[in-house]
């Protein structure tokens, strides 16, 4: 029972980061991968304001989410939009998120040193008592926050109409194109949304394990995995994978010790893509001919 | 006889053999030696200084060890990733089985050392199948994650694995009595790794040769008919299949081939390096190997070479640590970027500057300077002494190349299909259907939007298989048979939008067509026998006058992507022609056409039919139906609605409301 | 960062204020290093020094970096002695390390060889460095299995204590009143080294360890862990975790999980990256042994005088003063020799070199011999244990012989 529950609770950070490779493969096809320094740069943004004590908790957290939100854009439309014009077999964007990430690292290592730094915005200490098993607050509240955050993208996409816009663009670029939307635009604004929750992530994970350039690259195979698990074009899919695969290996972790716990994890990414290759909760798309 | 325009179809019907300077050097067998001299060449001069074992040169040659390495991934993950498009990330996974298993081998399992390195190889030959086998559904980042998967539990195994030393590296003192492997002996030479000052460092010269063979052969590969099938396995797996490449066992074979090149690079590490730690293959090491692949110029023969070089130098060089240095002098010391961070930016850098990759895109420019050449003088390149001779028999054995042979066999009917059925869950896309085809018939294929001619074709070339009733071709049962078996059998297809390898050049997509494209064996596309020349000669010359057929000689040279449209259709046509089918089926071929372009296209199918070619034409241009067609079949509902002739089944009550029922439209 | 020092920027530096340490590109003929004593009487040895410069790991070259800055002055003063430091950076890397240490051998022509820090890398080079023949210093890395005593003469020597030393030392503590133990070790060399020495401890002093667990660095919890010890009845805890922290993890998830174990020991590394990601109840119980004693006498002046000169923490104390102590030894050896480029008998002086000081008031008596290279011995009465205050600052709490009779 204490598994289960942290295995859940565990699940919700993978599936909010995982969030972050979900929205950007809908709308755009592409995955960043330099998410876990985004990760990183929220966390320090929002440390770097954490001394205006002018501002609440919740608007240092804005900040950073924007900051990352910003720079998410940038990249997108300056790294990722160059690099994917020769159609779907383009992976050009690979390297140049890969570079990115390379860039976003060493610069946050030689700007903020590499030990991790004490983190006290957002932060809630102690644990509390969930159906028998101490879970951490802090944790908690990232769990809690991937369900909302899903919650709200799945409402957002459905009832508003630029969700509506970012759903025609995923289905259909061209098409949107001549209707008048930018796929770009859409792309930057999907890239910001994106990041910015990887900032959240990051701001909230800090607190609990500090501020440090390599804090994002632990969480980044999980939740690749976790998204992949759950189906790359669902924005439900992440909860569900984040569930199962948090539940697994921390199940599998107490039952048979830690280092089978995320082996445990992968193993499930491989069943399910043999399996179902779109994911749990993903569509199909048709071969046209 | 052009279906495009005027101005091609008033193209000399025939080839001149307007003998030109040919570039040097022309002939195909002279390139590939001169490539493989400089292969073998820069291999040695790279080893040159290590020649004395000079204690300066050691490092340098380590440095060559690591770039070898580096290389032979590359080149192996280039064929998976450049050529069939399936980006893996699973590289350094067969790296570090190759590595240590070759260790393990040699110093727990006492094999001898060849031996062993071909029991690694073979190891991460059948892994990589396994995997293959696995992920064979999946394509971008869900095999991009499947296959990191693997490379990073290759990792943890390396990490807790006690048999492996763990993170006490391989071999060490508390296993071995010794933290590094003994040099290797083979054929009474003991190759002796970089490492220590006056010990001349033999294990090089086996190490820059192999990488001189693997960067050769995956040359012959990638030129090959069989290097053709990876990228119509990347362009679509439909597509491929319909080129009778049998698109499962390819995919595990280059999957298999990229796995023990990557095996390679760490039997090479293993070699040179004589200890293995596993922090060497972290994840950072597969995506090195991805990067060096895409920034070299992924797709390109040299570009996984010229990457890994290039990767392996930056990340070691002085020049870019000093750069770091100066920005802290000089701009902060605190923002300023280290090696790290400069790599990254020149990445960024190069995908601007050369958006193909390094070689890729100079790759382009250079095919760009000679097209604007070829153009303008008509090129000739050394193909027409070669020109008009008669296939081998062994090549094409079972198919002629005489284009007017198929009449010969006429009267009997070619394909017969009875009581054909498709059930998608409950809906009957097609129920009951027959059809018959004689040789030299032109039979069309018509009906409303939905009406399932489209899945009737898709039956008939085994992308479905019938729920019910049989599909005879020439006599034979093909009934279910997969897409590549029923296109051997002799049907081939053209698709309603143009399937084509856009980068690649008009001839060379006809070059596709050819059966060789699904039946070329692995070894023969890698060693490049002497008949492999001949058939290529072949090949050229049947697919100059193919493309002459079709009224495309003055594009040979082109790349496909930059023909208008309706000339993209005449070149599929001539792709279709090359496989030396007995039936074609044509998949809407007027759509997206000019007037004029359709009356050429109706030129061009009735040639084909004087040809002796049967053809199944999928239309929606009455016109162009009523010209052409010997039979029409009008379907309605998945269900035969008439048939006859055109006049009969154009005037047919039925098929005038079902049509006017379900307007007509240009495009489905 | 910011803290590590470049070539040019470090070659300006040393001009002004005669600071040893110079970037990499040095080359083979710089300044007047020739081993021997120049005209002031002062032998300049080229000392090769390889780290991770950049980077995630980099703490472990700074650590180098401030003994250098802080002390180089010093050693001249005393021994005669100045180091032209040429230094390559390993990006942590296995690879890059073989590569970087031979650049350092054969192309620098360096006289003796600092580092790497971290085990593994050690380990890829080791084979190397002992067939190159030049006097190997190792400050940093504690794995025993760095030093294999069947090549004679054995060039390394290591002034950090080992895995095998820690297990010694605290084993009879871990095990008392019949405690069960459990160990949780981080995925790396240091952490597989100190599981490898429990367990042949444990097994040589007829006791079990009843849990063992691993820790993946920058692990997001360790409750299944922790969660693992409970049930199986651990009350006696090690963590041998390189990472402060993912120590600072493991302490979490004790607190969250409720758990209480009698006995919860670490090593020195938790003086790093720990403090800042840990609440004062979740060190409260946690007490670390070493064979240092970091309050008073030698071990602190060399800390203070690093916080001083620097004007930085120390970036790993403990190796900062074991950084001190192998150039002390080294230093002392070259004077004895009076050439750095007789290998063997600067390598023979460092075996047998009588007394290392450390700081002003610190000494230690004849460490070394042929089978043994390291610079701390295994006597728990050497041994300091200490705990935390609410501050984090160190509580001196008795020798671990003390602590082991009254149990601290």
């Known amino acids: 029972m204490d598994a289960l529950v942290l295995g859940l609770v565990l699940g919700g950070l993978y599936a909010l980061l995982a969030q972050s490779f979900v929205l950007t493969f809908i709308t755009t096809k592409t995955l960043n991968f330099a998410v876990g320094e985004f990760v990183a740069l929220g966390a320090f943004v929002v440390l770097a304001v954490a001394g205006w004590s002018w501002l609440p908790d919740v608007g240092k957290l804005a900040v950073g989410v924007l900051v990352a939100a910003v720079v998410g ?212 798309t048709e071969v046209k001919l | 006889m052009s279906i495009l325009d005027q101005e091609s179809r008033s193209a000399p019907p025939t080839r001149e053999s307007s003998r030109r300077p040919a570039r040097w050097p022309a002939r195909p067998w002279a390139r590939d030696a001169l490539f493989a001299v400089a292969a073998l060449a820069v291999a040695f001069i790279a080893i040159l200084p290590g020649r004395d074992g000079a204690g300066p040169s050691i490092s340098l040659m380590q440095l060559v060890a690591s770039m070898a390495a580096m290389t032979v991934a590359a080149v192996g993950l280039n064929l998976l990733m450049g050529y069939a498009k399936l980006v893996s990330l699973g590289q350094g996974g067969f790296y570090a089985i190759g590595a240590y298993a070759t260790a393990w081998l040699v110093l727990d399992g006492g094999w001898h050392p060849l ?83 006056n010990t001349v460092a033999t294990v090089m010269v086996p190490v820059v040769v192999v990488t001189a063979l693997v960067v050769i052969v995956s040359r012959n590969i990638a030129r090959s008919p069989w290097g053709s099938s990876l990228s119509a396995i990347g362009e679509s797996e439909m597509l491929a299949s319909h080129l009778g490449v049998d698109v499962f066992h390819r995919k595990v074979s280059v999957f298999v081939l990229a796995s023990v090149f990557g095996g390679l690079g760490g039997v090479i590490t293993t070699l040179c390096f004589a200890h293995l730690q596993p922090e060497t293959f972290d994840i950072f090491l597969t995506i090195t190997i991805v990067l060096a692949v895409v920034f070299g110029g992924s797709g390109t023969v040299l570009g996984p070479l010229v990457g890994a070089v290039g990767i392996v130098w930056l990340e070691q060089s002085d020049i870019l640590a000093q750069l770091g240095d100066l920005q802290q002098e000089y701009i902060s010391s605190q923002w300023y970027l280290s090696t790290p961070g400069l790599v990254g930016v020149l990445f960024v850098l190069t995908l601007f500057l050369m958006p193909k990759g390094i070689v890729g895109t100079i790759g382009a420019l250079v095919m760009g300077r000679r097209q604007r050449a070829d153009v303008a003088e008509d090129d000739g390149a050394g193909l027409q002494e070669t020109a008009g001779l008669p296939a081998t028999a062994e090549a094409v054995s079972d198919a002629s190349v005489d284009g007017a042979s198929p009449a010969g066999r006429a009267g009997e009917p070619l394909l017969v299909m009875r009581g054909v059925g498709k059930n998608f869950g409950g809906l009957k896309a097609v129920a009951d259907m027959d059809l018959t085809v004689g040789r030299g018939q032109i039979h069309a294929v018509i009906g409303p939007n939905g009406a399932g001619k489209s899945t009737l074709a898709n039956l008939l070339t085994g992308v479905y298989k019938p729920s019910s009733g049989s599909v005879r071709f020439e006599g034979r049962e093909i009934t279910g048979l997969a897409p590549h078996k029923v296109a051997r059998a002799g049907v081939a297809r053209t698709f309603q939008t143009p399937q084509l390898f856009h980068d690649a050049t008009v001839l060379d997509n006809v070059l596709a067509g050819f059966p060789d494209t699904g039946r070329t064996p692995l070894w023969a596309a890698a060693l490049k026998p002497p008949s492999r020349y001949r058939r290529d000669a ?85 016109d162009l139906v009523a010209r052409i067609a010997d039979q029409v079949t009008c379907m309605d509902q998945g269900r035969l609605l008439s048939r006859g002739t055109p006049q009969q089944v154009l005037s047919d009550e039925g098929v005038v409301s079902a049509y006017l029922g379900k307007p007509m439209e240009e495009h489905s | 960062m910011g803290k590590l020092r470049s070539m040019h920027k470090a070659l300006g530096v040393a001009a002004a204020t005669a600071l040893a340490l110079t970037g990499c590109g040095g080359g083979a003929d710089a300044g007047g290093a020739t081993g021997s004593a120049g005209e002031d009487g002062v032998i300049t040895v080229k000392l090769g020094v390889v780290g991770p410069k950049t980077g995630p790991a980099s703490l472990y070259y700074e650590y180098m970096d401030q003994t250098f800055e802080t002390f180089s002055d010093d050693f001249e003063e005393k021994y005669d002695v100045r180091f032209e430091v040429i230094s390559e950076d390993d990006q942590a890397s296995p690879e890059e390390t073989a590569r970087a240490v031979s650049r350092l051998i054969n192309e620098k022509g360096v006289h003796a060889l600092m580092g790497p820090p971290l085990s593994g890398n050690s380990l890829q080079v080791a084979d190397v460095v002992q067939k190159s023949q030049l006097p190997w210093l190792l400050p940093g890395p504690n794995a025993d299995e760095i030093i294999n005593y069947d090549i004679q003469p054995n060039w390394a020597f290591m002034t950090n204590f080992t895995n095998q030393q820690i297990m010694a030392v605290l084993g009879e503590r871990l095990w008392a009143n019949g405690q069960k133990v459990g160990i949780v070790y981080s995925a790396d060399g240091f952490g597989q080294s100190n599981l490898q020495h429990l367990k042949s401890w444990a097994e040589e002093n007829g006791h079990e360890v009843t849990a063992e667990e691993t820790i993946q660095p920058g692990a997001s919890d360790a409750n299944a862990i922790i969660q693992r010890f409970k049930d199986s009845g651990v009350d006696s805890v090690f963590m041998g975790i390189t990472q402060g922290a993912d120590t600072a993890t493991v302490t979490r998830a004790i607190e969250q999980a409720g758990f209480e174990p009698k006995t919860i020991m670490t090593t020195g590394t938790i003086l790093t990256n720990y403090k800042d990601v840990a609440d004062p109840s979740q060190w409260e119980k946690i007490q670390i042994v070493d064979p240092r004693n970091f309050l008073e006498g030698g071990d602190s002046e060399v800390l203070a005088a690093v916080r001083e000169a620097t004007g930085e923490a120390p970036a790993i104390p403990t190796n900062n003063i074991s950084t001190y102590a192998i150039l002390d030894i080294y230093a002392q050896a070259v004077q004895e020799v009076g050439d750095a480029t007789d290998f063997e008998a600067v390598r023979q002086a460092i075996e047998d070199i009588e007394t290392v000081h450390i700081g002003d008031s610190l000494t230690i008596e004849n460490p070394f011999s042929e089978d043994d290279h390291v610079l701390y011995d295994d006597d728990p009465a050497k041994w300091h244990t200490y705990g935390f205050d609410e501050n984090f600052e160190l509580v001196h709490l008795g020798t671990a012989a003390e602590c082991l009779q009254k149990s601290c």
């Not at chain 2, 079709?550 to 000339?567: D, H, I, M, N, S």
Request: charged share 15%; with cysteine; net charge negative.
């Open chain 2, 115 to 197: 031996l062993a390195i071909a029991g690694a190889l073979a190891l991460c030959g059948a892994v990589g199948a396994v995997v293959a086998v696995a992920s064979m559904q999946l394509r971008g980042p869900q095999f991009s994650v499947i296959t990191l998967v693997l490379a990073i539990l290759v990792e943890r195994i390396l990490n807790e694995g006690a048999l492996f030393g763990r993170l006490a590296g391989y071999p060490n003192h508390a296993q071995h009595g010794t933290t590094g492997l003994p040099p290797i002996e083979v054929l009474g030479f003991t190759l002796e790794p970089p490492m220590i000052a």
């Open chain 2, 538 to 622: 072949e090949m050229r010359a049947e697919a100059e006058r193919l493309l002459n057929l079709v009224g495309l000689t003055e594009f040979t040279r082109l790349r496909a992507g930059e023909l208008p449209y309706g000339k993209q259709r005449a070149l599929e046509i001539a792709r279709a022609l090359a496989s030396q089918p007995e039936l074609i089926v044509l998949d809407e071929p007027a759509a997206g056409l000019l007037a004029t372009e359709t009356a050429g296209l109706g030129d061009l199918l009735l040639s084909l039919r004087a040809h002796g070619y049967a053809l199944i034409v999928v239309e929606h241009h009455m």
């Open chain 1, 73 to 284: 854009a940038a990249a997108y439309r300056f790294l990722v939009v160059p690099f994917m014009t020769e159609g779907e077999h383009d992976v050009r964007w690979l390297l140049s998120t890969v570079a990115l990430s390379f860039v976003m690292l060493n610069l946050i290592t030689n700007v903020e040193g590499p030990s991790p730094q004490r983190s006290e915005t957002a932060r809630l200490s102690g644990a509390v008592d969930v159906l028998g098993a101490g879970v951490s607050k802090q944790q908690l509240l990232i769990a809690v926050l991937a369900v909302v955050v899903t919650v709200l993208l799945v409402v957002a996409s459905k009832k508003t109409s630029a969700g509506l816009v970012m759903r025609a663009v995923s289905q259909d670029p061209e098409t949107t194109s001549l209707m008048g939307v930018s796929p770009r635009l859409v792309g930057m604004v999907t890239y910001a949304v994106a990041m910015g929750i990887a900032a959240l992530t990051g701001t909230l994970y800090a607190a609990t394990v500090g501020a440090s350039p390599v804090m994002g690259a632990p969480l980044l195979v999980a939740s690749i995995a976790v998204a992949v698990v759950g189906g790359l074009s669902s924005l439900w899919g992440p909860l569900l994978g984040g569930a199962l695969y948090g539940v697994l290996s921390e199940v599998t972790s107490y039952e048979f010790g830690a280092i089978w716990g995320e082996t445990a994890g992968l193993l499930l990414v491989i069943v399910v893509l043999v399996w179902r290759p779109q994911g749990l909760l993903g569509r199909r």
